[in-house]
């Protein structure tokens, strides 16, 4: 059974970049049937994608963070990774990794989530 | 870029009813929509993709309708288990981006 796990530092500090990874256990990165994404959740409030991969390298992210954001993966290592730059305390929330389907473009397996705070 | 609305901001409802959702695009995304369930504290679960196939496992009290700019999430008798946010997400194909609508919280009358 596929899991997705993400790791990463709980607290960051403003204007520094945010690193998160997520493993993929239970299953192959590189698949053509799969790709894969971040998505964050502010506290108390709703979800907003942020960006995804395909296994080739290819990225694409959402236009409002793209400026900010760099999407990765490692198949050797079987993950993929997050980073975003200058951070804001906009930018507390926690984050989600996910699988997506590539035939129906929705997100069917989720890591479990991370918080992430910006704070001094 | 296309905004997703979602309509009422809160559903209360007792168990055993129906409860339906709306979902609306501000541009066409065809059949590129899918549902989420999401409960406090756990991440968001698919329950529909295409508009109106059900992902593996969802019991068939949750359906899906609607096309191009109008969508609705339909739970025919809401069990204890159903009460938590819901949220519409589209996939826009070119460029490849997706979108998540505001979500609906369904809770208890």
């Known amino acids: 059974q596929l899991q997705l796990q993400e790791s990463g530092p709980g607290l960051v500090k403003p204007s520094e970049t945010l690193s998160l990874t997520c493993t993929v256990s239970?299953?192959?990165?590189?698949?053509?049937?799969?790709?894969w994404g971040w998505i964050r959740q502010p506290p108390g409030k709703g979800l907003e994608w942020i960006g995804s991969?395909?296994?080739?390298?290819?990225?694409y992210y959402n236009p409002s963070l793209k400026s900010r954001v760099t999407i990765s993966v490692d198949t050797s290592k079987n993950q993929f990774s997050l980073k975003l730059s200058s951070v804001t305390a906009a930018d507390t929330a926690v984050y989600y990794c996910?699988?997506?389907?590539?035939?129906?473009?929705?997100?069917?397996?989720w890591g479990q989530g991370t918080m992430v705070t910006v704070s001094s | 870029e296309i905004v997703m609305t979602q309509s009422p901001a809160t559903l209360s409802v007792s168990p055993g009813e129906r409860a339906t959702l709306s979902c609306r695009a501000s541009?066409?995304?065809?059949?590129?929509l899918a549902w989420y369930q999401q409960k406090p504290g756990q991440a968001p679960r698919l329950l529909i993709y295409?508009?109106?196939t059900r992902a593996t496992g969802i019991p068939a009290r949750f359906s899906g309708s609607g096309s191009g700019t109008e969508f609705t999430l339909t739970i025919s008798s809401l069990q204890s288990e159903d009460f938590a946010v819901y949220y519409c997400?589209?996939?826009?194909?070119?460029?490849?981006?997706?979108?998540f609508g505001p979500g609906t919280k369904v809770d208890i009358k």
């Open positions: 239970g299953g192959s990165i590189s698949s053509s049937s799969y790709y």
């Open positions: 541009q066409s995304v065809s059949s590129n």
């Open positions: 997400q589209q996939y826009n194909n070119w460029p490849p981006l997706f979108t």
């Open positions: 991969i395909y296994y080739s390298g290819s990225t």
């Open positions: 996910a699988r997506i389907i590539t035939m129906i473009d929705a997100f069917d397996i």
């Open positions: 295409g508009a109106s």
